[in-house]
């Protein structure tokens, strides 16, 4: 007996509707057809009135001087990336340094390669009572090693390994371009999973061996990282300074000016009530790190925006977690939820609301950058407009930052990072708290530390 099917058959009928439905749409048809088919649809979906609003660059509120926006390339540290870019601005400041100074990337995203491998060791070994194809098992299996983050991820990071310049730990050819490395680490870790998975007993002599493999592994694909090091360096007057005999550990404490376990976690998850910690299992990177597990505290998005304003305010930049392929019009460096018409092209448009989005798999946090400042015309006008310190270079928007409106930010802004006393009480009560609700490995708002 057949199994009744609740789909259209695209039977001949139907084909004769779609056809004369198609021929019916007239010139208009037509005309959008060719510019679609010859140009692509993006340039032909934009407002050209809206975008001729963002000829206008300014900013009530920014920092008089910007560091030269930086470039993640070919990987997906951009976690790690708007950190250092928070953490520059204030030494930049401290210090008289250049536009292009740059702390190194690398040197996290090294530290996390091999942490991240002993965290899944542990995660393989804590469902080994389940069967290999059960869905926690396969979602571990699945990405084992990809380069993205979270926030409490680049704290474990900085507090265990500290920080260095870029000068002491330059760019390699995997740290510009992760893809091969982490094809073959991911290969390596599989195949620990299975042996972690068959074997009986204590498994911390295979585990030590593993991690001895993978460290070589990362020392040659990109370098070894400095114990210590001198930092020298010319300011902006050109006069030229050294620091001997540093760590990265004592060069983080005595020289970045910035405490990154200040600062915690807010989402915007309008699945799931605010007022509230969540977490999500197995998101992490440092076995016994300052922060086990990623903790944030959900909160509404005029708690977010204010919490912005001030931090901004106070002249400190805010990182941040977003889903930046939403309306982003990268030839000109502009995020719009207004800016692409598709009704007027296409005579239908997606409509979801941010709930939504997250629950049909419409949207997810993809991306982390800095803001560093917003637009409004009084004191008491709302913020209209938001700056962007992107990490995709110099050749978009303005010479690498961007502009995000305020309408766009509501709607797919999902995390910002603040100073935990800048909470209010009882917002400091609520992230203190013992309370936790843990969400599932898949959930969206762990999918900034799983999306490359």
Not at 19 to 45: C, I, S, Y
Not at 150 to 159: K, T, Y
Not at 230 to 252: E, Q
Not at 304 to 330: H, M, T
Request: charged content about 25%; some cysteine.
């Amino acid at each position: 007996m057949a199994a009744t099917m609740g789909g259209v058959v695209l039977d001949s009928g139907v084909w004769d509707t779609l056809r004369q439905g198609q021929e019916g749409g007239g010139d208009k048809m037509h005309v959008t057809q060719n510019a679609v088919t010859k140009q692509g649809a993006v340039d032909v979906l934009v407002r050209s009135e809206t975008l001729a609003g963002y000829g206008d660059k300014t900013f009530s509120n920014k920092p008089k001087k910007e560091g030269k926006a930086t470039s993640q390339k070919a990987s997906g540290r951009c976690w790690i990336f708007a950190a250092l870019n928070c953490i520059r601005a204030e030494m930049r400041s401290a210090y008289k340094l250049p536009e292009d100074f740059e702390l190194s990337q690398s040197y996290l995203f090294f530290f996390d390669k091999l942490e991240r491998c002993s965290y899944f060791f542990n995660a393989i070994l804590d469902t080994r009572h389940l069967p290999l194809d059960s869905r926690e098992v396969q979602f571990l299996l699945s990405n084992p090693l990809n380069d993205g983050g979270q926030w409490d991820m680049v704290v474990n990071l900085i507090e265990k390994y500290g920080v260095v310049p870029k000068s002491a730990y330059p760019e390699s050819h995997a740290s510009s371009n992760s893809r091969a490395m982490n094809r073959f680490l991911t290969s390596l870790l599989r195949q620990y999973a299975r042996e972690l998975r068959e074997q009986q007993g204590d498994t911390q002599a295979a585990q030590r061996v593993y991690l001895q493999h993978i460290y070589r592994a990362l020392c040659i694909y990109m370098g070894t990282p400095p114990q210590s090091f001198s930092w020298r360096y010319y300011d902006k007057d050109g006069a030229f300074h050294v620091v001997p005999d540093l760590t990265p550990v004592s060069f983080y404490r005595d020289h970045a000016r910035v405490s990154v376990k200040d600062y915690v976690s807010l989402i915007h998850d309008p699945r799931n009530p605010y007022g509230a910690v969540y977490s999500v299992k197995y998101l992490g990177n440092v076995l016994g790190g300052l922060r086990p597990v990623v903790r944030h505290l959900n909160v509404d998005m005029a708690d977010i925006r204010r919490y912005c304003v001030q931090q901004l305010e106070a002249q400190r930049p805010v990182w941040f977690g977003c889903d930046s392929g939403k309306d982003f019009y990268r030839k000109v460096g502009v995020w719009d939820d207004a800016l692409f018409d598709y009704e007027a092209v296409f005579d239908v448009a997606p409509s979801f609301s941010k709930a939504e989005r997250l629950l049909y798999g419409e949207s997810l946090m993809t991306h982390a950058m800095v803001i560093t400042g917003f637009h409004r015309d009084t004191e008491t006008a709302p913020v209209t407009k938001w700056r962007i310190e992107n990490s995709w270079g110099t050749e978009h928007g303005d010479s690498g930052y961007c502009t995000m409106s305020d309408s766009w930010f509501e709607q797919f802004v999902y995390q910002v990072v603040v100073p935990r006393d800048q909470l209010d009480p009882e917002h400091q009560r609520i992230h203190a708290s013992d309370e936790m609700t843990v969400l599932p490995p898949w959930d969206p708002m762990g999918a900034l530390a799983v999306t490359e």
